[in-house]
């Protein structure tokens, strides 16, 4: 299982970026995707979660201004950044969990900043 995100760059705050993630294979068998973050210096945090069932678990940092989505079809999972703040600077990655085990893109860079 490969995961490969796309859609980082750099954006003036305010501003807005949809992050993607293309899975391999079939998402449907993932019970839970989601998008983590790291800043430089700092750790690993969690962005935001879609379920199988489709409940959505946001940090308190990202509500109302973060969307995460998931298109069966094309086995890919999006994360929709509105509002952004140079806070909001990091690497993202996108995980699955799939059978109890966690799998992991490589990760994209997201640059707020004016």
């Known amino acids: 299982v490969q995961l490969v995100e796309s859609g980082g760059g750099l954006v003036q705050p305010g501003g807005s970026l949809r992050l993607s993630c293309a899975a391999s294979?079939?998402?449907?068998?993932?019970?839970?995707m989601g998008w983590y973050r790291q800043a430089p210096g700092k750790e690993r945090e969690l962005v935001a979660t879609?379920?199988?069932?489709?409940?959505?678990n946001y940090a308190d940092s990202v509500k109302g201004r973060f969307t995460i989505s998931r298109d069966n079809a094309k086995n890919t999972v999006y994360l929709q950044m509105n509002s952004l703040k140079p806070e909001d600077t990091a690497t993202y990655s996108c995980?699955?969990?799939?059978?109890?085990?966690?799998?992991w893109g490589k990760g994209t860079l997201v640059t707020v900043s004016s």
């Open positions: 995980n699955g969990v799939l059978f109890g085990l966690n799998y």
């Open positions: 294979g079939t998402i449907y068998d993932f019970s839970t």
């Open positions: 879609l379920s199988s069932t489709g409940r959505t």
